[in-house]
């Protein structure tokens, strides 16, 4: 008998969708703003989340109705992972799509939903909601460390 747990047994595409939707590790990361160079397609993050984003959980306030709600918000799909260049390095979709192992605080590894804040990896207490500041402004919060967090954390 196979005891491999699903995401080192399946692909992306043959995950059921709480398999899919459990492989989210609540870092709010995709909830960050981004900005986008028109002329190079740069893509960089900011620090200001989604208005739907709560800031201590990282998880969304509204996640059923969310694209009603906020209509620019993307819904990540098997062919998302491989299209989306900003998907963070930690990002589980991205990880299990390259046929990588999940990280050590991932809440699938390690039981508990709290190790993505402790291991430093989340969102948590980095954001201004955007509601919080006018659109002209988001170029003033552009940050690096969404693209940086974990690359000293060991993979399980």
Known sequence: MNDLPYWKTKTLAEMSNPEWEGLCDGCGLCCLNKLEDWDTGDVV???VACRLLDGQSCRCKDYENRQATVPDCIQLTVEGVDEISWLPPTCAYRLVGEGRDLYWWHYLVSGDRETVHEAGISARGRTISEDEV????????????????GNEAEQG
């Open 45 to 47: 993050f900011t620090s």
């Open 134 to 149: 006018d659109v002209d402004d988001f170029e003033d919060y552009v940050v690096d460390w969404p693209l940086t967090v």
